[in-house]
């Protein structure tokens, strides 16, 4: 078989495998978009719902996605930043770092109802926290601190050890070294791997099943310690557990929840190619 | 000469294998010292011991003493960021931060808490002076360094070590990735500096080690083979060694 010939070949199923990974996407994003367009409008998205959620809007549902997310990332960037920095910075190459490592790669991989039911049984009954917000944005947390560790310790790792050393060098503790250097020039990276773990957050249904989610609360919360609606939960509640919802109220939701966590995917773009060009090596 | 630093009996081993062997010299304060010999011979190791840069490395272990005016770097009193502010260190490569060029220069003083800006000001003026880049980059003093060339970048390293006003300067094969012209105008910039400081020296050539030094030792394999006048230790070395790497033999 001669040489261009089997380029030809290659190229070909290279493409056909890129096209049967793109075209499920496009598809699903495709169909809700079709079916949901219709169903989103103002109404859909700043009333409250009614007949059951039937009809009205989704409004407390996105409100309650929103602070759940915000709640996330309050407790999950300090302490995963936090983490990785020590990690990466501090911590000597022993059996317990390496221990700390393992465990960190290995909670990443765990279902995310588990991290529901240890949030329920940590923060809504041992801490008594309730079925509340609190909760729901800990356990949230939870689940996405190994994603926010081990990304950002990559981003701190790839920083150049010299930089390190040039600090020192000049009289910099370790810690100004980081602060005024290596932190800085880690940021890009460190950012991806935050809005990574908040877009699986803003998405996951299980965690917050048990944790903080209301089945109907037609109002928006008054407290922290108050339950929320929240948009993957409605979306699995409206298409499963009431009967007669329209289609389009379901699809409507879906799109909603898609738009969120894309536009949040996109303003992660635009923050980190922000960053990457004021970069100087 | 009145000695700046002493270094007594130094081993240092890493990984359990021996890098410098039972090294002793002492380097005199105000003239241009050089730590010369074959790659491996363990001159850089020496460098970075004495402003302790070799701390952040595991796996080592330090027999001997280094001191400097009279007192053990390695003493339980001493303040190691507080030791590198007054002994600066130039790598081999240019190594700019990822900031601008006025940044760069009082990057030490701003760590050390320095906020008046008129004698910041004053300071990287001074030493971009000294450093001999003054004239090719005042007018930008706030582009970024990594714009400069590497002749440039490495004599705003030199800057940037001198913005502390160090009373020792270690400076690791600086001209190594230099053009002649900017090699000629570092080396330059170290013989006016000799007057006020101490500074020691691997240079990256035999030719480079003669035309500096005041004093030389000669490294091989992690032993300190001799150290004299810089003068006598080109043209009438002591040792069989000594004498083979200098006359091109080896090395």
Known sequence: ?281 | MEAKINIQDVTYTYNDKPALKDVSLDVPAHAITVFFGPAGGGKTTLLRLINRLNDLVEGTRLDGRILLNGKDVYGQEVHVPDLRRRVGMVFALPLPLPMTIRENVIYGLRLAGVRDGSKLAEITERSLTQAALWDEVKDRLDNPATALSGGQQQRLCIARSLALEPEVLLLDEPTSGLDPISTAKVEQSLFELRESYTIIIVPHSIQQAARLADRAAFFLMGEMVECRDGDDIFTQPRDRRTEDYVTGRFG
């Open chain 1, 1 to 281: 078989m001669n040489r261009h010939l089997s380029q030809r070949i290659g190229f070909g199923f290279t493409a056909l495998v890129t096209l049967v990974v793109v075209a499920p996407i496009l598809l699903v994003v495709g169909i809700i978009v079709v079916r949901g367009i219709g169903t989103v409008n103002w109404e859909f998205l700043t009333a409250m719902p009614r007949d059951g959620m039937k009809a009205g809007g989704i409004f407390p549902a996105i409100v309650g996605t929103l602070i759940l997310t915000v709640g996330t990332a309050l407790v999950a960037i300090p302490i995963g930043i936090g983490g990785a920095i020590y990690l990466s910075e501090y911590a000597r190459d022993n059996w317990l770092t390496r221990a700390i490592r393992l465990a960190i790669v290995n909670l990443a991989g765990i279902p995310s109802v588990v991290y529901g039911l240890f949030g329920v049984a940590l923060f809504v009954i041992f801490l008594q926290f309730g079925t509340s917000i609190v909760a729901g944005s800990l356990t949230l947390a939870l689940m996405t601190l190994p994603i926010v560790i081990s990304t950002a310790e990559e981003a701190l790792r790839v920083v150049p050890v010299e930089f390190r050393t040039v600090s020192a060098s000049l009289g910099g503790t370790t810690w100004q070294g980081v602060r005024r250097v290596v932190l800085p020039q880690a940021l890009p990276g460190i950012i991806t791997g935050v809005i990574l773990g908040l877009l699986r957050a803003a998405g996951e249904t299980a965690p917050i099943l048990f944790t903080v989610a209301a089945f109907y609360l037609p109002r928006l919360p008054s407290s922290p310690l108050d339950q929320t609606m929240a948009l993957p939960y409605h979306l699995y509640v409206i298409s499963t557990q009431v009967p007669g919802m329209p289609i389009g109220v379901q699809y409507g939701t879906a799109l909603v929840l898609l738009a969120l966590v894309l536009s949040m995917n996109i303003v992660a773009t635009i923050i980190r190619s922000y960053f990457r060009r004021r970069r100087q090596w």
